[in-house]
């Protein structure tokens, strides 16, 4: 049983920043991946970026070299530093995590951009 909750989100203006985090709680061991989403009203639920134990990780390319994530295995926290967004990336985001039998969800944090 794996819990995670978020933070971080808000309102920012076009090329401005945010940070979002998540908190994991529960059985760790078996999580090997972890990462963002985020769902835009009326469009499906896409990868922002995904990050693995050791530290490997993956982006869409609409967010490549604008935002960073990262995990503290230690702290058991996964974080998303968002730089220089765009109104396009207003969306709900949430945190994941992926066992072999199991996807674990945050309840997800609003993030809006003004243009």
């Known amino acids: 049983q794996v819990q995670l909750v978020e933070s971080g989100g808000g309102l920012v203006q076009a090329g401005g920043s945010l940070r979002l985090s998540c908190v994991a709680s529960?059985?760790?061991?078996?999580?090997?991946?972890m990462g963002w989403y985020r769902q835009a009203p009326g469009k499906q639920r896409e990868l922002v970026a995904t990050?693995?134990?050791?530290?490997?990780?993956n982006y869409a390319d609409s967010v490549k070299g604008r935002f960073t994530i990262s995990r503290d295995n230690a702290k058991n926290t996964l974080a998303l530093q968002m730089n220089s967004l765009k109104p396009e990336d207003t969306a709900a985001y949430y945190c994941?995590?992926?066992?072999?039998?199991?996807?674990?969800w945050g309840q997800g944090t609003q993030v809006t951009v003004s243009s």
């Open positions: 990050i693995t134990s050791g530290g490997n990780t």
């Open positions: 994941n995590a992926v066992s072999p039998g199991r996807i674990y």
């Open positions: 529960g059985n760790m061991y078996r999580i090997n991946v």
